[in-house]
C-alpha cells in the first residue's frame, strides 16, 4: 500500500476536508462505521470520487472506523478527523521508511520532513551556520518531530500525538496534532534554542548533566553524566536538585560548572572524542 501517494492526494483537496466535517459530524452523532462500502459511498457524497480500488478506500476506512470506533484508546473528542487522518498516515508513512539488508533485517530510518516543513513556516538557522533538518520518527502509534543541526547537535523535539491533561476529566483520549500547527510549535522551539546563542561546550555540559532527566539508554552519555553529577556534588559545586526537572536548577548548575576546568576538560575531551565535527571552528 502506498499511502505516501494516497495522502499527497488528498492533503489538500477541499473535497476531502468535506468528507473529514462528514466524519466529525457522524462522531458527534455518535454513529458508526462498520463496512468500507459506506466509508465508500462517505467519499463519493463529498466529491471525492477519484479515489478507486478497495486498497485505498480499505486504508481510508480503516482510519474512518478507528476513529469511530477506536479499539483501546480513544482519541481525543478534540482532535477532528482531518488531524487525526493526516497524522496517521505519516505515522504509516514514517514505519515504512526502512532500509533492508540481507535474511530480511532492516531498520527503520527517520522521515525527512524539511522540505515541507520549511514551506509551512521559518527554521532560524543554527548559531553554528547550518540549516536544520527536519525529521519524524515513529514507534507504535507515536509520532515525534525533530529539529537538529547535523553539525553541532543542536535539537528540539515536539510530540505529535499525546495524551490529554490528566486534569481533564471531561477527555481521556489521545490528541493528534493538526500538522502544520505542530510543525509551527517545533520551529518556536527551535528559533527560541537557536535566539540563546549557547556555546555547543555549554549545551553538552548541561545536556550531561541532566541525562538522567530522561530516559538513559546510552552506556556512554550516562557514565559520563554520573561522572559530571558527581563531581559537582562531592565538591560542593552546586546542591542537589529539590526534583529533578526543578525549573532552572540545571542552568545554573552548568553555569557553575563551566567555571571548573576538570569537568570542562571531560566534556572537551567527550566532544573530541565522539563529535569530532562539533568543535571545528
Not at 484508546?73 to 540481507?102: H, Q
Not at 520551529?187 to 541532566?210: C, F, P
Request: hydrophobic share 35%.
Amino acid at each position: 500500500m502506498d499511502y505516501k501517494e494516497l495522502f499527497t492526494k488528498l492533503y489538500s483537496d477541499k473535497c476531502f476536508h468535506n468528507f473529514c466535517n462528514m466524519v466529525d459530524q457522524l462522531k458527534r452523532e455518535e454513529n458508526k462505521i462498520e463496512l468500507p462500502c459506506d466509508t465508500a459511498l462517505l467519499l463519493i457524497t463529498a466529491n471525492v470520487d477519484y479515489i478507486k480500488g478497495n486498497e485505498n478506500i480499505d486504508a481510508i476506512h480503516m482510519l474512518v472506523k478507528n476513529y469511530l470506533n477506536p479499539n483501546g484508546r480513544s482519541i481525543s473528542k478534540n482532535t477532528p478527523f482531518y488531524d487525526y487522518f493526516v497524522i496517521a498516515n505519516i505515522i504509516l508513512i514514517a514505519m515504512d521508511n526502512k532500509k533492508y539488508f540481507e535474511d530480511d533485517k532492516f531498520i527503520q530510518l527517520p522521515l525527512d520532513f524539511t522540505v515541507s516543513a520549511n514551506s509551512i513556516c521559518k527554521f532560524d538557522t543554527c548559531s553554528c551556520g547550518y540549516k536544520p533538518k527536519i525529521i519524524f520518527s515513529s514507534f507504535i502509534n507515536s509520532l515525534t518531530g525533530k529539529a537538529m543541526c547535523k553539525k553541532c547537535g543542536l535539537s528540539v523535539k515536539k510530540m505529535f500525538v499525546h495524551e490529554t491533561s490528566f486534569f481533564d476529566k471531561s477527555d481521556n483520549g489521545e490528541i493528534y496534532e493538526n500538522l502544520e500547527e505542530g510543525i509551527k510549535k517545533l520551529a518556536d522551539s527551535w528559533n527560541k534554542e537557536v535566539a540563546k546563542g549557547e556555546s555547543i561546550l555549554h549545551r553538552t555540559m548541561r545536556e550531561l548533566l541532566s541525562y538522567d532527566a530522561e530516559v538513559c539508554v546510552d552506556p556512554i552519555l550516562y557514565d559520563l553524566h554520573q561522572k559530571l553529577y558527581s563531581y559537582m556534588v562531592d565538591n560542593n559545586i552546586y546542591k542537589k536538585p529539590n526534583y529533578w526537572n526543578e525549573r532552572g536548577y540545571w542552568e545554573t548548575a552548568t553555569d557553575k560548572m563551566m567555571e571548573c576546568g576538570e569537568a570542562v576538560k571531560l566534556v572537551e575531551y567527550y566532544l573530541w572524542e565522539n563529535m569530532p565535527n562539533r568543535i571545528a571552528d
